[in-house]
Nanobody, 121 residues
Framework: QVQLVESGGGLVQPGGSLRLSCAASGSIASINAMDWYRQSPGKERELVAA???????NYGDSVKGRFTISRDNAKNTVYLQMNSLKPEDTAVYYCHAEVRPAWVYRYSEYWGQGTQVTVSP
């Protein structure tokens, strides 16, 4: 059973910083891409940042230059460092990963439960 567990959300003032973490646990053979998505009320879920197993990154236009995604392959963990936060960054942030469980010969998609990030004075 593979699980993704996020942590690090909370309330922060505009201009502040937060660091999100997402750890994959269970019987895992390998992990391909790991991503962060977010969704705010009334809006569709959008890609925030993505990172391949080799470290290649991709960012949504609204967060470029402010957010940084990284991963620790030894810990099966992905991070999202969020700086210069704005009220419009307020959303539930979800971790997503392409995981190949042990003894399975294909990758499947997994989602975390989400962590709330609120940017407000």
């Amino acid at each position: 059973q593979v699980q993704l567990v996020e942590s690090g959300g909370g309330l922060v003032q505009p201009g502040g910083s937060l660091r999100l973490s997402c750890a994959a646990s269970g019987s895992i053979a390998s992990i391909n891409a790991m991503d962060w998505y977010r969704q705010s009320p009334g809006k569709e879920r959008e890609l925030v940042a993505a990172i391949t197993s080799g470290g290649r990154t991709n960012y949504g236009d609204s967060v470029k230059g402010r957010f940084t995604i990284s991963r620790d392959n030894a810990k099966n963990t992905v991070y999202l460092q969020m700086n210069s936060l704005k009220p419009e960054d307020t959303a539930v942030y979800y971790c997503h990963a392409e995981v190949r469980p042990a003894w399975v010969y294909r990758y499947s998609e997994y989602w975390g439960q989400g962590t709330q990030v609120t940017v407000s004075p």
